[in-house]
């Protein structure tokens, strides 16, 4: 399977601030996806992001708020723009084993908003 | 709207014990159904099923797809403290790939 790794591993930030979450495979993988979780909630899917496309961006969440760049298929990078404390959440990127269809998750960023 | 449920959503068992999970689904176009044991942040793979009644086995545990009945249940049997974390059950379509989840069930092995 594809190992995943994701920077940083948890960051404190103050509101109206920006934080970009980096993650990269060991492998190239054309699907990749950007998850949120919030405490004590499940997983909810923020937007999906294939390499030379735009990032399809999931009801609820909006590109000028979770902008996504795909530059290659090893590498994406999610941004938390204009933090306010109710983005206080583990944000998970996951890629598809294209052969296999498993999906695998990266260790997650812990973003805590004051 | 593709919907996942999981049950219960929490439990609390002795080690040794026998337990099982359980997962329905509606979702249209149905490409796979996966499980993940979450401990900390990262959900770890357990499981995909994409065929009916084909078991998937790693050690004690063990999962099983009912495509017609639309549930999957995922059983551990002589259950270890290692084992408590919440088990996140979770669908994906043909339209997107992407995985809708369901809220998890809560497991607690206590010695």
């Known amino acids: 399977s594809a190992v995943i790794s994701q920077k940083p591993s948890r960051d404190i930030c103050q509101r109206g601030t920006s934080l970009t979450i980096q993650c990269q495979v060991d492998s190239q993988v054309t699907m990749m996806f950007w998850y949120r979780q919030q405490p004590g909630q499940s997983l909810t899917l923020i937007a999906t992001?294939?390499?030379?496309?735009?990032?399809?961006?999931e009801s609820g969440f909006v590109i000028d708020k979770f902008p996504i760049s795909r530059p290659n298929l090893t590498f994406s990078t999610l941004t938390v723009s204009n933090m306010s404390p109710e983005d206080s959440s583990i944000y998970l990127c996951?890629?598809?084993?294209?052969?296999?269809?498993?999906?695998?998750f990266g260790p997650g960023t812990r973003l805590t908003v004051t | 709207e593709d919907k996942v449920v999981q049950s219960p959503l929490s439990l609390v068992v002795h080690e040794g014990d026998t337990v099982t999970l359980n997962c329905s689904y509606e979702?249209?176009?149905?490409?796979?159904l996966l499980w993940y044991k979450q401990e900390k942040k990262a959900p770890t793979f357990l499981f995909m099923l994409?065929?009916?009644?084909i078991e998937k086995k790693s050690g004690r545990l063990s999962s099983i797809l009912d495509k017609k009945e639309l549930f999957s249940i995922l059983n551990i049997t002589a259950t270890q403290t290692g084992d408590s974390a919440v088990y996140l059950c979770?669908?994906?379509?043909?339209?997107?790939?992407?995985?809708?989840f369901g809220k998890g069930t809560s497991l607690l092995v206590t010695p």
């Open positions: 992001a294939n390499q030379g496309s735009e990032a399809t961006y």
């Open positions: 979770a669908v994906s379509s043909n339209s997107g790939y992407a995985l809708n």
């Open positions: 994409t065929s009916s009644g």
């Open positions: 979702v249209t176009n149905f490409r796979s």
């Open positions: 996951s890629v598809e084993d294209g052969a296999l269809i498993e999906q695998y």
